[in-house]
């Protein structure tokens, strides 16, 4: 009983290259739950892949907000600006916001144009593979307004581009919510 507990992050490292942290962990056990219950077998590498990839929208056709393009450039003020162009509902739409850093100018894009409110608690990140050719990966834990939480996963060749997509990932779960849980 105890070898799924962690099984599913040891397989994400070992094919992927994904350290998990551990409350994202405890957040992806229950998708993998899930999909045990509903497939009535043991899961192998592939599955818990594609498990992995729909629950945080990976390269998810049915995700609500999607990246295509962005610039970050800085103010005379010292703060960054996010422009960019994302794809909401399957329509590209250019955004753009202002915030200290990159994170928080996105976050600022997110809550003034689509008025979602949702914070970042933590960040995380690492590479995946070495040298030249390392992609990175990033991962964003958020509160939303009702005191629950949602993860954001961004894998991409630049650590700024992931962690712009780790951003949009924790939107995608935070729109897919379930309204006010008790």
């Known amino acids: 009983s105890q070898s799924g507990k962690g099984g599913f992050a040891w397989v994400l490292e070992q094919g992927q290259g994904l350290k998990l942290p551990k409350k994202l962990q405890a957040d992806f056990s229950r998708h993998v739950q899930q999909m045990a219950d509903e497939v009535g077998r043991e899961l192998n590498a592939d599955d818990i892949w594609d498990c992995f990839q729909k629950a945080y929208f990976i390269g998810a056709e049915d995700a609500t907000f999607e990246l295509i393009d962005y610039e970050e450039t800085r103010a005379n003020d010292g ?7 994302i794809t909401v509902g399957g329509k590209a739409q250019k955004v753009s916001g202002r915030g200290k850093g990159l994170v928080s100018s996105v976050m600022t894009t997110l809550r003034q144009t689509f008025g979602l ?9 690492h590479a995946l593979g070495k040298g030249t050719d390392a992609r990175a990966a990033a991962y964003l834990e958020c509160a939303l ?14 650590v700024a581009s992931a962690s712009v997509r780790a951003i949009l990932s924790a939107a995608n779960g935070a729109v897919r919510q379930p309204v006010a849980s008790a």
Do not use: M, N, S
């Not at 703060?79 to 162009?85: P, V």
């Not at 409110?117 to 990140?125: F, K, R």
């Not at 307004?145 to 630049?158: K, L, S, Y």
């Open 145 to 158: 307004p009702d005191g629950g939480t949602v993860w954001g996963v961004g894998i991409d060749e630049d």
């Open 117 to 125: 409110q949702i914070e970042v608690l933590d960040y995380t990140e």
């Open 79 to 85: 703060t960054r600006l996010f422009a960019g162009t």
